[in-house]
């Protein structure tokens, strides 16, 4: 069973930057594939970024795209999130993902593992 347990989020103004974690107990090299998602009050779970482990090939939500990376590093079994230029609408809870099958990288469903998420308030 791997755990993933995300941080780094917070409650700032918009135009600054913020960068998440999210630490996995195993390695990540046994994933296929890795994602971001945020879940806003009344809204479904969408995926912000995903990352296929093997290829290396990086996805984006059309929101975030030029704003926001997804990395991993595997000596640390972490994935990371950089987000910059914040905008109130990115405030959600955000949620880290990790799929060990293949699958688009933006569907919740198939992803096995899930962190427990953190926050992410943007005000104007």
């Known amino acids: 069973q791997v755990q993933l347990v995300e941080s780094g989020g917070g409650s700032v103004q918009a135009g600054v930057s913020l960068r998440l974690s999210c630490a996995a107990s195993?390695?990540?090299?046994?994933?296929?594939?890795l994602g971001w998602f945020r879940q806003a009050p009344g809204k479904e779970r969408e995926g912000v970024a995903g990352i296929y482990t093997r290829s290396g090939n990086t996805y984006y939500a059309d929101s975030v795209k030029g704003r926001f990376t997804i990395s991993q590093d595997n000596a640390k079994n972490t994935i990371y999130l950089q987000m910059n230029s914040l905008k109130p609408e990115d405030t959600a809870m955000y949620y880290c993902?990790?799929?060990?099958?293949?699958?688009?990288?933006?569907?919740?469903?198939?992803?096995?593992?899930w962190g427990q998420g953190t926050q992410v308030t943007v005000s104007s």
């Open positions: 993902a990790a799929g060990v099958y293949g699958g688009m990288w933006n569907i919740p469903r198939g992803y096995n593992y």
């Open positions: 195993e390695y990540l090299n046994g994933m296929n594939r």
